[in-house]
């Protein structure tokens, strides 16, 4: 047995010695770690991370990207590049990364490429750029795998005539509801009084996919356009297939009847809808916050159809205050001077009136109504807003591609048997790649170590330029410092540092397979080589390395273990599905790594990018004579301030400062709580507002209230809503809805536990969907001096099941190439047959493909093997659900051992082969199925008894045409003929044909007339 000694680790001149993993191997032989290549050190390595994080899951690549097929089909004319982003690229401070770039990609068919996803991304953006710069991206799920995303309308054309009759507009029947919190949604993008230029999508037009709906839900109708008393108006434009702007066609206006409304508000005291005069009025007061809390919980709002014939480009025009019209696309607006301050002055940058964003997976239109140079130009871009209804034909939008951010892989290394400190800093970069490209970058981002160490892809070293001039490969030198000297694992900070670019191959390259070739050498300071470190070659093994597929992950600082700064790291260690743990946020940036959201009670509210407001509880201070306590805990420094409804501050201002890191605690005194408590008593609600001192955006924030003895003032000032419901039980055939009562106004909301037996909407409206139990719970938010409250329904649905079934007769065996039909029967249902909702599937489709139509079971024999038919109807209303199974064998018409082939002018027969000096004396060893001559790597024979002239070998196609070069044999004796796709020494197809296209493989005479035994006839499987 032998004993392992103690060893030195060289890591910022320090010494660990690993007493525990060296105690634990001396008395275990571990001949299976020997054999795998384990040293002492990597014993003692493998030993101490998993005491450190637990066993590890055996299938762990430690490698968060992943290889994905996307396949795009683009639906528009021409010729494209297709990119594919980690976010949306049109909405500014989102974590949009480039991941994917493919030129030259013809439209009118679906293309396959590989592309690097990170593991943490669930929605892929993918589009289509096309010659003139003009983009078009749509969302799409990364589901195992693949991403298939689909551009443009199918069946749209280009683009149809510059004349206003192209645009038909109607009125839909049916209304748009939202909750109030939905009509909130556009300011979350585009808040009030805030400049929001750039924020989303401007300078746009759209891609008609056919008819679509908008609704407004913002709108002003006094009379501020150039319509007398209508109001302003909005308008559709044509772009014919030159790019000509084609005229207006006015489609919409606000104030076309002085009874019409267009939004109507539903008011919870009376339950009644009624109009809204004026929705700006009514969107700011919503905005408040008043009305969803004391009045209003819903609107409903009346759209308007508009169909442009697919494939046609178009934009919207808005009539403004003091002029217009101005137009999506700001090429048509010219420039008019600055928006910011009044003065008409040139800035070199044309007006722009029109945003458009997807949020929440809705489309938005807005506008901004103000003429540039006017007061009211504020450019928030939310004066009009418009929402599209969600349907498959709402239109693409339109812009201009602009530069990305290429993404960025972070490899974070751990020294091997370091100091296990467990910190992964001693060297941390960035691979720099998009797929579909040749070229690469190594993006150097620290150095915890102090020994010499360089990088290396595919055994080349990575070459930086070294900051006292020419080129350098060690790390330290490549930062411009000292060789002992840690980097950016706060000790000493400095800039990133890029490697030289350097060549992978587009079509081969994966980050998510590539990242092992890349490696770390660390060498001891007298020159010897120490470890090679890189991400594991192996599923499983204990990792020296590790890559996070977000350049935004931080890695930890010196001497601070990984679980410290990432808690959840050793839940990933032993579960490889658990990614949450690298907090990874693909969609609007985070500020902060802090997980608190911001706790006030009541709704929250952004300005601008650096204060936070949030209502006060109603009734949060119930004692006027009591001191109460605001503790706040921050990620950055801030400032806490109370203001009155008329958004104006107390007499009394919090003195004093956030700090960031730690709690702080404010004291308010009875003079200011009673302040308070007077605008309670009206109705009206103070406000806490925090200021961020250093811009950050108000997420990262817990804020408490108590009173000085610690109690909770604002459940206890809360009374106890008591809502009840009863059991409900349901039968086949009929409606029901959950009744409760409740002495709280509080609107509620419904859910069911088991959306396969039952499904409710948002009043209560059960629907039922199959037999069996489940529990409605029903929860009435916080309203006034009423806390929340939750009751739960048991629900019963009752009925009686049939059993459906389903019957097919298949023979046990077909013929490859072979199609069989057969019917199948189903139940009755409503005197229709029940067919509409079957699925059938092939267990291995390379071997039979399966074909349901109707009542009607095609099955197809493509090449030799076994393969089962499923066909499953889904349990549905009052059927049980039913399987049938059928196992068919597809088998080959002929085998080595049964060959009598008679082809052209030559027979087979007991094994001899005679031919003439005519061509098509042909004798077929194999016949095969389409592209099933791809399971073979060779074919094999024996001739004897050879006679006459020599023979040769060639392979045809369905048509009996040769598809390759033919290879003439001279000799007798056994022969083993390869099927190279190469050309070299055997078979191969000449340039344009297909392996898949082979469909028999044969002998020939040569030349003149002859004969031979032709024996062990057999294919080699690949």
Not at 180 to 205: C, I, M, S, W, Y
Not at 684 to 701: E, F, N, R
């Amino acid at each position: 047995m032998q004993k392992l000694s103690h060893f030195p680790i060289q890591k910022n001149h320090r010494i660990l010695i690993a007493a525990s993993a060296v105690a634990m191997l001396a008395g275990v032989s571990s001949c299976s770690d020997y054999d795998n290549g384990y040293d002492d050190k990597t014993l003692a390595y493998k030993e101490s991370f998993i005491e450190a994080f637990g066993t590890i899951d055996p299938n762990h690549t430690w490698n968060m990207a992943q290889s994905c097929t996307v396949d795009v089909t683009i639906n528009l004319p021409g010729v494209f590049t297709v990119k594919v982003w980690t976010a949306d690229p049109r909405m500014k401070g989102t974590n949009s990364y480039l991941l994917g770039k493919y030129e030259n990609v013809q439209s009118g068919s679906t293309q396959s490429f590989q592309c690097d996803i990170p593991s943490t991304v669930e929605t892929a953006y993918v589009g289509a750029i096309d010659e003139d710069g003009n983009r078009f991206v749509v969302s799409a799920d990364v589901k195992n795998g693949k991403v298939k995303a689909t551009i443009g309308a199918e069946g749209s054309r280009l683009v149809v005539g510059a004349t206003g009759g192209t645009v038909e507009v109607s009125k839909p029947t049916d209304k748009l509801e939202l909750k109030a919190e939905e009509v909130l949604h556009p300011t979350d993008r585009l808040p009030e009084f805030v400049n929001n230029t750039g924020k989303v999508t401007q300078n746009f037009e759209y891609y008609s996919q056919g008819p679509f709906t908008i609704y407004p839900i913002y709108t002003i109708t006094g009379n501020k356009g150039n319509e007398t008393a209508l109001g302003e108006r909005i308008g559709i434009y044509i772009v014919d297939e030159t790019g000509k702007k084609g005229a207006t066609q006015w489609v919409w206006q606000p104030l076309n009847n002085d009874s019409y409304d267009w939004i109507e508000a539903y008011n919870v005291y009376d339950g009644n809808w009624s109009g809204v005069k004026d929705p700006k009025s009514f969107f700011e007061y919503l905005q408040d916050n008043k009305v969803f809390m004391d009045k209003c919980t819903r609107i409903r709002t009346e759209g308007i159809t508009i169909n442009i014939p697919k494939g046609t480009r178009f934009g919207f025009v808005i009539d403004a205050a003091g002029g217009g019209p101005y137009y999506s696309n700001s090429e048509y607006n010219g420039d008019h001077g600055s928006p910011y301050n009044g003065s008409i002055t040139t800035d070199g940058i044309n007006d722009t009136y029109a945003a458009t964003f997807i949020y929440d997976d809705m489309l938005y239109l807005a506008f901004e109504d103000w003429y540039y140079g006017a007061e009211g130009h504020d450019n928030d871009f939310n004066d009009v807003v418009f929402r599209f209804k969600d349907d498959i034909t709402r239109p693409l939008i339109i812009d201009k591609d602009v530069d990305d951010n290429p993404m960025q892989y972070i490899v974070a290394c751990e020294d091997l048997g370091g100091s296990f400190d467990w910190d992964f800093n001693d060297v941390v970069y960035g691979i720099e790649h998009v797929s579909g490209q040749t070229t690469a970058r190594i993006k150097l981002l620290a150095a915890g170590g102090t020994l010499p160490v360089h990088i290396t892809y595919d055994n080349n070293k990575i070459v930086f330029n070294a900051p006292t001039g020419g080129t350098c490969t060690d790390l330290h030198q490549a930062f411009g410092v000292e060789q002992d000297v840690p980097v950016n694992v706060g000790i000493y900070q400095t800039a990133a540092v890029y490697s030289h670019p350097f060549t992978v191959d587009a079509n081969a390259f994966s980050v998510s397979t590539d990242a092992q070739k890349f490696k770390i050498h660390v060498s001891y300071k007298d020159g010897s080589e120490g470890a090679e470190i890189g991400v594991p070659l192996q599923s499983g093994m204990e990792p020296q390395a590790f890559l996070v597929a977000d350049p935004n992950w931080k890695w930890p600082n010196e001497f601070q273990p990984i679980t410290s700064k990432y808690k959840d790291f050793s839940e990933w260690v032993k579960i490889l599905e658990k990614t949450g743990w690298c907090g990874s946020v693909w969609g609007l940036k985070s500020t902060s790594a802090g997980d608190d959201l911001l706790k006030f009670e009541g709704a929250v509210s952004f300005k601008d990018d650096s204060v936070a407001t949030a209502n006060l509880p109603a009734y949060a201070f119930p004692e006027t004579d009591n001191e109460y306590i605001i503790s706040v805990l921050s990620k950055a420094d801030a400032i806490l301030t109370f203001i009155t409804p008329q958004n104006t501050p107390l007499q009394v201002v919090v003195d004093g400062s956030i700090k960031a890191n730690q709690r702080t605690f404010f004291t308010l005194s009875p003079e200011v709580t009673q302040k308070i408590r007077d605008f309670d008593q009206n109705g009206q609600c103070c406000k806490m507002v925090i200021t961020y001192a250093k811009g950050v955006v108000a997420k990262d924030m817990l804020v408490e209230l108590s009173n000085r003895v610690g109690k909770d003032v604002v459940s206890a000032s809360k009374l106890d809503p008591k809502l009840t419901a009863n059991e409900i039980v349901m039968k086949y055939g009929q409606d029901y809805k959950v009744e409760y009562s409740s002495n709280s106004a509080g609107a509620c909301t419904f859910e069911s536990l088991n959306t396969n037996v039952l499904r409710v909407d948002d009043r209560g409206n059960l629907t039922r969907v199959a037999i069996g139990k489940t529990t409605i719970v029903v929860t009435q938010a916080a309203y006034g001096d009423y806390k929340e409250a939750v009751t739960y329904v048991p629900v019963i649905v009752e009925g009686d099941y049939r059993n459906p079934y389903l019957s097919a007769s298949v023979p046990d065996t077909i013929a490859v190439g072979e199609t069989i039909g057969r019917f199948y029967r189903t139940p009755e249902l409503n005197n229709k047959p029940y067919v509409y909702n079957t699925v059938v599937t092939s267990t291995n489709p390379a071997v039979a493909k399966d074909t349901l139509n109707g009542n009607w079971l095609e099955i197809t024999g493509v090449s030799a093997g076994r393969a089962t038919i499923t066909l499953k109807q889904p349990e549905t209303i009052q059927y049980y659900e039913s399987t049938l199974e059928v196992t068919v064998e597809v088998i080959r018409k002929a085998t080595a051992e049964t060959m009598k082939v008679q082809g052209g002018k030559a027979t087979w027969e007991s094994s001899v082969f005679t031919w003439t000096d005519e061509y098509d004396n042909l004798l077929v060893l194999f016949d095969f199925a389409e592209g099933e001559i791809s399971k073979y790597s060779a074919v094999n024979f024996t001739i004897s008894d050879l006679h006459g002239a020599p023979y040769r070998v060639l392979v045809l196609d369905a048509s009996n045409n040769p598809l390759g070069q033919r290879l003439d044999l001279w000799q007798p004796g056994e022969r083993s003929i390869p099927l190279n796709v190469d050309g070299k020494d055997g078979l191969y197809i000449d340039t344009g044909g297909k392996w898949s296209s082979v469909r028999k493989i044969c002998l020939a005479g040569n030349s003149s007339s002859g004969d031979m035994k032709v024996t062990d006839v057999k294919l080699v499987n690949k």
